[in-house]
């Protein structure tokens, strides 16, 4: 199979994490017999510099050439001085929009290498095993009306659903859940907000054509608490748009670190493939990033893109295996453990699967 991939390195930490996440994926074409091909292209505040566009027209038009974008991050200090629609986390936001990218898939798997990195207690954290299916292309990040008011005094963000935005969200989230453990949890705000009372009506409509899967729902406060008094319990976590947002780092940080979360942003054709952590300008340039959500990221891409099952389980049971030969990077390493880079995780990750001592069923 030929692999065409847009790849979107974008600004901080981005470009060596995807370094080390291609070199994984060369790693998986080589192994499986498969070829991959990159168009590689600027995004954010990089973009910007260039060009002055943070999502310039040729980085879109690669995006829809392409099976499917893998990108790093986006982010950058310096963007503060900018207009906000030239900002590098509104060319995210303008990207996930034209790519049809409605449905966010953020899968939190605590590796048993990891148990006791997580800051919980390790009987707490045991088993962790859950996916937040966050909505993307809604709600709280796209409404109008938005901006500031009263010459700046005031500002106004729209939280709006519409009932066909949180139905076909709902369905990614039961079909997720079939194929894992049955059980959908609806996260909202239904006492207090108006969108979310429609949420919980659209979702409980939507759950009547999947009586095979359980479905309940928790208001957002308790679900910030549950997740870190009970993270095992949880199955598919389905969310409105912010809400998935401060759910998804919270989770990353149960599991040990954000540098371990991936997505799949999914629901158009192709989809964006990208960590869950920003661009981290603090260590942009210094080659300690984790590059395993970024790794881990591209293994959802092959599996949601390609249905290539055996070369996605390939690559996650590489990421466990490296760990569980005690590598960790800067952001894992506990006091006086020795830490690796970037680079030198990424290698270690593609020579597993070049090795084929990992095996692809995992
Ligand atoms: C994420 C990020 C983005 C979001 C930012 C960078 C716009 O935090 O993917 O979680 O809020 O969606
Ligand atoms: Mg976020």
Same mark, same amino acid.
């Given at each position: 199979?030929?692999?065409?991939?847009a790849?979107?390195?974008?600004?901080?930490?981005?470009?060596?994490?995807?370094?080390?996440?291609?070199?994984?994926?060369r790693?998986?074409?080589? +192994?499986?017999?498969?070829e991959?091909?990159?168009? /590689?292209?600027?995004?954010g505040?990089?973009?910007?510099?260039?060009?002055g566009?943070?999502?310039p027209?040729?980085?879109l038009?690669a =995006?829809?050439?392409?099976?499917?974008v893998?990108?790093?991050?986006?982010?950058?200090?310096?963007?503060?001085?900018?207009?906000?629609?030239?900002?590098?986390?509104?060319?995210?936001?303008?990207?996930?929009?034209?790519?049809? =990218?409605?449905?966010?898939?953020?899968?939190?798997?605590l590796?048993?290498?990891?148990a006791?990195?997580s800051?919980?207690?390790p009987?707490?954290?045991?088993?962790?095993?859950l996916?937040?299916v966050?909505? *993307?292309a809604?709600?709280?990040?796209?409404?109008?009306?938005?901006?500031?008011l009263?010459? !700046?005094?005031?500002?106004?963000?729209?939280?709006?659903?519409?009932?066909?935005?949180?139905?076909?969200?709902?369905r990614?989230?039961?079909?997720?859940?079939?194929?894992?453990?049955?059980?959908?949890?609806?996260?909202d705000?239904?006492?207090v907000l108006?969108?979310? +009372?429609?949420?919980?009506?659209?979702?409980?409509?939507?759950a009547?054509?999947?009586?095979?899967?359980? =479905?309940?729902?928790m208001?957002v406060? +308790?679900?910030?608490?549950?997740?870190?008094?009970?993270?095992?319990?949880?199955?598919?976590?389905?969310?409105?748009?912010?809400f998935?947002?401060?759910?998804s780092?919270?989770?990353?940080a149960?599991?040990?670190?954000?540098?371990?979360?991936?997505?799949?942003?999914?629901?158009?054709?192709?989809?964006i493939?990208?960590?869950?952590?920003?661009s981290?300008?603090?260590?942009?340039?210094?080659?300690?990033?984790?590059? *395993?959500?970024? /790794?881990?990221?591209?293994?959802?891409?092959?599996?949601?893109?390609?249905?290539?099952?055996?070369e996605?389980?390939?690559?996650?049971?590489?990421?466990a295996?490296?760990?569980?030969d005690g *590598? +960790?990077?800067?952001? *894992?390493?506990?006091?006086?453990?020795a830490?690796v880079g970037?680079?030198?995780? !990424?290698?270690?990750?593609?020579?597993? /699967?070049?090795?084929?001592?990992?095996?692809?069923?995992?």
């Amino acid at each position: 199979m030929r692999w065409r991939i847009a790849v979107l390195g974008g600004d901080g930490v981005g470009p060596e994490v995807m370094e080390a996440a291609l070199e994984v994926l060369r790693a998986a074409a080589g +192994r499986f017999g498969h070829e991959l091909t990159t168009d /590689i292209q600027d995004v954010g505040y990089a973009a910007y510099e260039r060009s002055g566009n943070p999502l310039p027209e040729e980085t879109l038009a690669a =995006c829809h050439d392409a099976d499917a974008v893998l990108l790093g991050a986006v982010g950058d200090p310096r963007s503060e001085e900018v207009p906000v629609e030239l900002r590098p986390e509104a060319a995210l936001l303008a990207l996930r929009k034209e790519m049809g =990218c409605y449905a966010n898939l953020r899968p939190v798997r605590l590796l048993p290498a990891l148990a006791s990195v997580s800051p919980l207690r390790p009987e707490i954290v045991k088993g962790t095993d859950l996916v937040i299916v966050r909505e *993307l292309a809604g709600g709280l990040y796209y409404g109008e009306p938005r901006g500031p008011l009263d010459d !700046g005094r005031a500002a106004v963000d729209t939280m709006k659903y519409h009932q066909d935005e949180v139905a076909r969200i709902a369905r990614v989230a039961f079909e997720t859940a079939r194929g894992r453990r049955n059980s959908v949890l609806s996260v909202d705000k239904a006492n207090v907000l108006h969108s979310s +009372r429609l949420w919980r009506r659209v979702v409980n409509e939507i759950a009547e054509e999947y009586s095979d899967v359980e =479905c309940d729902h928790m208001l957002v406060d +308790r679900a910030a608490m549950e997740l870190v008094l009970n993270p095992s319990s949880f199955d598919v976590m389905l969310t409105p748009n912010l809400f998935g947002d401060v759910l998804s780092d919270e989770a990353a940080a149960v599991i040990g670190s954000i540098g371990l979360l991936a997505s799949a942003s999914i629901g158009g054709d192709g989809g964006i493939f990208e960590p869950v952590h920003g661009s981290a300008p603090d260590i942009a340039g210094t080659g300690t990033a984790n590059p *395993l959500a970024m /790794i881990l990221s591209a293994a959802l891409l092959l599996r949601h893109v390609y249905s290539l099952e055996a070369e996605s389980a390939a690559i996650e049971s590489a990421v466990a295996q490296v760990l569980e030969d005690g *590598l +960790r990077t800067a952001d *894992l390493a506990g006091d006086g453990e020795a830490a690796v880079g970037t680079a030198e995780m !990424g290698s270690a990750v593609a020579a597993a /699967i070049s090795s084929e001592k990992v095996s692809a069923d995992a």
